[in-house]
């Protein structure tokens, strides 16, 4: 069933069991889907976010995670207030296009690619616009790999008195986060990520008294938020519209499974591990990492070419042909290729890889 592992950072590599959670039908009114599966979700969700659960709720949005960056960003902003986007990728970078087509009142700070968010320049730009009322950051930027210094970034905001939005696309799950600790007040993710489930839904983890104040917010009605978690709220587990039930389905399972690896800590743990394993090969072949080892998350690592004359594409269909996929570069900067660390993959796995690469001979 395995043609090959996702070197990816989602979607990747799932189990075989999350995979056979998927071949039963579920109804969308039956309780045994609302209560005893979405329900269940959300409550695990919120405990998986926050020493505190009992201040934050979950929400399930159809969609890619940017479908849940949207929602959450339509669905909170409001006409009057100011949004700081602090960038250094593709990821950040969407966010403020989101932002310019609701026509948000939107500031944007933007960073180096290879560079790691500022905290400092973030307490200085909110010292000199005491207008912005939100600041929304993303935690691990996949473009690059490099993984944002959270919590410093939200002791800043939230010195500031600012609501504090991050997407934690790829790295809620597999890097621990507490939102309560850190004064997170909205957490977007997608089922597809470090939990290890399938493409289909995202969801918003929020601090619930902020989320009750969201009522008529929203500029669209398919990504309204708030109406989402209203009626799931009120309907014990049920979706406005249809939800991707298989999808949900094996996301519970996925669950099941981080719990039974021994929670975030452990996975952390395995996905560190994994890059630790992939870098030392690479960097023992010859390759290069594009980041310092300090901004480097464990999610995405990225190389550059060996050589001017490298063909990505010869060298990616080698090692498919193999049994591995990878990534492309997303940089402007240089000319890099990407690896994943997270998903149903072991340090075993790239030991593998670092074989077949040395196998292809390139030269350097």
């Known amino acids: 069933m395995r043609p090959y592992l996702l070197l990816t950072p989602g979607p990747l590599t799932t189990s075989e069991t999350v ?6 039908d579920w109804c969308t009114w039956d309780e045994d889907y609302n209560v005893g599966i979405v329900e269940v979700i959300r409550k695990q969700l919120v405990e998986l976010a926050s020493s505190r659960p009992e201040e934050y709720t979950a929400v399930l949005m159809q969609g890619s995670g940017t ?6 960003l339509g669905s909170v902003v409001r006409p009057e207030d100011h ?24 500031h944007v700070m933007r960073f180096e690619e290879t560079q790691a968010v500022d905290p400092k320049a973030i307490g200085e730009y909110l010292d000199g616009h005491p207008e912005v009322t939100h600041v929304s950051v993303v935690h691990c930027e996949t473009t690059t790999g490099v993984l944002n210094p959270l919590e ?29 600790a850190l004064g997170i007040d909205f957490l977007i993710s997608s089922a597809n990520k470090c939990i290890q489930g399938v493409p289909g839904f995202g969801f918003v983890i929020a601090r619930r008294s902020l989320l009750e104040q969201c009522k008529g917010v929203a500029r669209s009605l398919s990504l309204d938020l708030y109406d989402q978690w209203d009626t799931m709220e009120k309907g014990h587990g049920k979706w406005r519209f249809t939800s991707p039930t298989h999808v949900v389905r094996a996301f519970m399972q996925a669950l099941k499974e981080l719990q039974t690896e021994g929670g975030v800590a452990a996975r952390h743990a395995r996905y560190c591990e994994n890059h630790r394993v992939l870098v030392e090969g690479m960097r023992g072949i010859g390759f290069k990492t594009l980041l310092p080892d300090n901004e480097q998350s464990p999610v995405i690592t990225s190389f550059y070419y060996p050589n001017a004359g490298f063909d990505f594409k010869a060298f990616y269909y080698a090692l498919k042909s193999k049994g591995f996929v990878i990534y492309p570069g997303k940089i402007s900067q ?5 690896i994943g660390n997270i998903g149903d993959v072991f340090p075993t796995d790239f030991l593998r890889l670092i074989e077949e690469v ?6 350097f």
């Open 152 to 180: 410093e970034i939200a002791e800043v905001v939230k010195a500031h008195g600012k609501v504090l939005i991050v997407d934690a696309m790829s790295s809620f799950g597999g890097v621990p986060v507490d939102m309560a």
């Open 19 to 24: 995979k056979e959670a998927m071949m039963s």
């Open 83 to 106: 949004l700081l986007v602090a960038t250094n990728g593709a990821y950040g970078k969407r966010m403020g296009v989101i932002a310019e087509y609701y026509r948000l009142n939107c």
């Open 67 to 72: 479908f849940c960056v949207e929602a959450t």
């Open 358 to 363: 040395k196998n292809l001979n390139i030269k």
């Open 334 to 338: 240089a000319d890099t290729f990407r």
